[in-house]
T-cell receptor, first 114, second 108 residues
Framework: EPEVTQTPSHQVTQMGQEVILRCVPISNHLYFYWYRQILGQKVEFLVSFYNNEISEKSEIFDDQFSVERPDGSNFTLKIRSTKLEDSAMYFC????????????FGPGTRLTVT | LAKTTQPISMDSYEGQEVNITCSHN???????ITWYQQFPSQGPRFIIQGYKTKVTNEVASLFIPADRKSSTLSLPRVSLSDTAVYYC?????????FGTGTKLQVIP
């Protein structure tokens, strides 16, 4: 069964450093998403991406964040200058169709900012 | 975006059927009802989606009455491994909003 993969599983970085989180969505999916979940809190939507463009983004997704699909398989989330409050699990998801809440999530990357 | 209300937590014994109800009084015509499951430190997992009446797959059933103002996720014969948080989501756009969900604890 195809699945979304994410690397690394755990990333530790110092405040102010740039991090890039990587995702490989399911191969025939066209819609891609990033979410985050701070420990003990809700899953929060960050951004959706389709046809090499951001479709929607939340208030959390400020200028420190960017997304890219550098090739036909990878989907990345970059945080330019990490803050302590960026520590969270980051989940990538993909969907075969737009407007659908049928999304398939990856296992997540645990980001720890020290 | 339709707001959903579901119980914060539920307990069930192994082997029992569990029904988790979600109310969504202001559901819009185009909205689908979707349920996810999440284990600790894992990504949410899509369980089932429906628009009206009943939908069944190998994992669960989803019952939606005619007015669509509520829905019930039914898990047949739960096991300890079904202990998780279950989220009810209502909408049809790309900006998925997760609530706090229902924490299901299955007891031996």
């Amino acid at each position: 069964e195809p699945e979304v993969t994410q690397t690394p599983s755990h990333q530790v970085t110092q405040m102010g450093q740039e991090v890039i989180l990587r995702c490989v969505p399911i191969s025939n999916h066209l819609y891609f998403y990033w979410y985050r979940q701070i420990l003990g809190q809700k899953v929060e939507f960050l951004v959706s991406f389709y046809n090499n463009e951001i479709s929607e983004k939340s208030e959390i997704f400020d200028d420190q964040f960017s997304v890219e699909r550098p090739d036909g398989s990878n989907f990345t989330l970059k945080i330019r200058s990490t803050k302590l409050e960026d520590s969270a699990m980051y989940f990538c998801a993909s969907s075969p169709r737009t407007g659908s809440y049928e999304q398939y999530f990856g296992p997540g990357t645990r980001l720890t900012v020290t | 975006l339709a707001k959903t209300t579901q119980p914060i937590s539920m307990d069930s014994y192994e082997g029992q059927e569990v029904n988790i109800t979600c109310s969504h009084n202001n559901i819009a015509t185009n909205d689908y009802i979707t349920w996810y499951q999440q284990f600790p430190s894992q990504g949410p997992r899509f369980i089932i989606q429906g628009y009206k009446t009943k939908v069944t797959n190998e994992v669960a059933s989803l019952f939606i009455p005619a007015d669509r103002k509520s829905s019930t996720l039914s898990l047949p014969r739960v096991s300890l491994s079904d202990t998780a948080v279950y989220y009810c989501l209502v909408g049809d756009n790309q900006k998925v909003t997760f609530g706090t969900g229902t924490k299901l604890q299955v007891i031996p």
